[in-house]
């Protein structure tokens, strides 16, 4: 019987595909939404006997998505489930230069891929999900970034910066609802992910922080996705979990 239902966005690899594997279990169902499937989560799924639903889907046009999700909700039978989760993983960093040196459709990118998919499935998840009776929670994957402003990078943290806030609004609506959504938005520290490799394969004539990351990766300072999982699927557990709106999951 399933009782937990998790919706995971960026959920084909690094860090959403760590989150999709250790939600595979008993009495789970995963929803993945990802620009590209991932033929070994499924069979990693199929093993576990725990449904995994992969959609593909452009989250730089997320409108409909999230129509598909609202209805999809809205035919689920969230009437027997012990919790409902939504996780807004996915986000691009793009071209690392100043950002008049950066094309313009990257700038669109990394806004509606980092912060509109995430207010547009949020806004409809809390909406479907508003009369179901188990504990709902928003976890939005934030970035250390969106709090402190890095040359060279303005889409991505001006993206999780906006993450930050319409968190903090999104939490304060939901407390006075007679089951308010728990909502969160966590920076996930430094992970070994293809967002580390493409920072340190930055121009350092346009990205200053260039030799930071190299040597983060040189001094092993880089958290696995699968260590960092853990951590954020821990913290969603905690009682407390709601608590504290915008969190860092290297802080207690």
Not at 180 to 196: H, L, N, Y
Not at 229 to 241: G, H, I, K, P, V
Request: charged residues 15%; glycine residues 8%.
């Amino acid at each position: 019987m399933i009782t937990h239902l998790t919706l995971i966005t960026g959920s084909s690899r690094g860090l959403g595909a760590a989150l999709v594997l250790q939600r595979l279990l008993p009495g789970h169902s995963v929803l993945g939404i990802a620009r590209n499937a991932n033929p070994a989560l499924q069979a990693q799924a199929d093993v576990a006997g725990v449904p995994l639903e992969q959609w593909t889907a452009d989250l730089t046009d997320a409108g409909p998505t999230a129509l598909r999700l609202q209805a999809w909700l809205e035919a689920f039978d969230g009437a027997t489930l012990a919790s409902v989760t939504l996780i807004n993983n996915a986000g691009v960093i793009g071209e690392l230069a100043p950002l008049d040196r950066v094309p313009l459709a990257e700038i669109v990118q990394g806004l509606r891929v980092g912060l509109e998919s995430a207010m547009l499935l949020s806004a409809v998840f809390l909406d479907a999900t508003r009369a179901w009776p188990g504990q709902r929670r928003v976890l939005n994957i934030s970035s250390g970034l969106g709090r402190n402003a890095m040359a060279g990078s303005a889409v991505y943290c001006a993206a999780k910066a906006g993450m930050d806030h319409f968190t903090r609004a999104v939490a304060l609506e939901q407390a006075a609802k007679a089951n308010p959504a728990r909502v969160v938005s966590m920076a996930p520290g430094v992970i070994d992910t293809d967002m580390q490799v493409q920072l340190r394969a930055g121009d350092p004539a346009l990205f200053p922080d260039h030799a930071r990351f190299v040597k983060l990766q040189a001094d092993g300072a880089l958290l696995s996705p699968a260590d960092c999982a853990a951590r954020l699927l821990a913290r969603l557990e905690r009682a407390d979990f709601g608590q504290l709106v915008t969190a860092d999951i290297r802080e207690a």
